[in-house]
């Protein structure tokens, strides 16, 4: 069956580094894009990067834009965020969902979340 799971959150200080890995099974990934999304206690979901299928296309929220990085490696099914510079405001839990395209498309299967807390 079709899973995604994330990885590699955790508690980091203000102005550190995580590497978030979404790992799917049970599809082609190649044959996908891969966005990543975070939500906040009493905020709205927010999607913040997105990777196309053949990796040559992404895109990011402003909000993360210059700080976070998304890259894939089919090979390994396995799709990245790497983040720099993370700030409190990063604080949330993230997601990766898949979809044929970045947008138009549902996102019809999504990971369980790894939880980011940035905090001193």
């Known amino acids: 069956q079709v899973q995604l799971v994330e990885s590699g959150g955790g508690l980091v200080q203000p102005g550190g580094s995580l590497r978030l890995s979404c790992a799917v099974s049970?599809?082609?990934?190649?044959?996908?894009?891969i966005g990543w999304f975070r939500q906040a206690p009493g905020k709205e979901r927010e999607g913040i990067s997105c990777?196309?299928?053949?990796?040559?296309?992404?895109t990011y929220a402003y909000s993360v834009k210059g700080r976070f990085t998304i890259s894939r490696d089919n090979a390994k099914n396995t799709v990245y965020l790497q983040m720099h510079s993370l700030k409190p405001e990063d604080t949330a839990n993230y997601y990766c969902?898949?979809?044929?395209?970045?947008?138009?498309?549902?996102?019809?299967?999504w990971g369980q979340g790894t939880q980011v807390t940035v905090s001193s």
């Open positions: 969902a898949r979809a044929r395209r970045c947008f138009g498309e549902e996102y019809d299967y």
């Open positions: 049970g599809f082609t990934l190649d044959e996908y894009a």
């Open positions: 990777i196309n299928s053949g990796g040559f296309s992404t």
